[in-house]
């Protein structure tokens, strides 16, 4: 069974920096898309920053220039750095991966549980 574990969140001031890790296990074949996502109070789910396997990057506009994604294939892990911190970047982040199992498989994508980042003004 394939399971998703966020870390690293907190708490940490504006300015600050925090660096976010998620690490998959289970029965894996492949991991293919990595992302990372959050969600603020009342607000829906976004797109934070993703990286495909061949370490390709896409960041939100909003965060470009402040943060950072990387993967280690090895690991099976996906790390978000977070530098210049804004009071708006506080919400729930969430990790997301499509993997496949076994060969052969489709792809499925899969949630982690989401860790909590707060950004004190």
């Known amino acids: 069974q394939v399971q998703l574990v966020e870390s690293g969140g907190g708490l940490v001031q504006a300015g600050g920096s925090l660096r976010l890790s998620c690490a998959v296990s289970?029965?894996?074949?492949?991991?293919?898309?990595m992302g990372w996502y959050r969600q603020a109070p009342g607000k829906q789910r976004e797109l934070v920053a993703t990286?495909?396997?061949?370490?390709?990057?896409n960041y939100a506009d909003s965060v470009k220039g402040r943060f950072t994604i990387s993967r280690d294939n090895a690991k099976n892990t996906v790390y978000l750095q977070m530098s210049s911190l804004k009071y708006e970047d506080t919400a729930v982040y969430y990790c997301?991966?499509?993997?496949?199992?076994?060969?052969?498989?489709?792809?499925?994508?899969?949630w982690g549980q989401g860790t909590q980042v707060t950004v004190s003004s």
């Open positions: 990286i495909t396997s061949g370490g390709s990057t």
């Open positions: 289970g029965s894996i074949f492949s991991i293919n898309y």
């Open positions: 997301y991966a499509t993997i496949v199992t076994s060969p052969g498989y489709s792809s499925q994508g899969y």
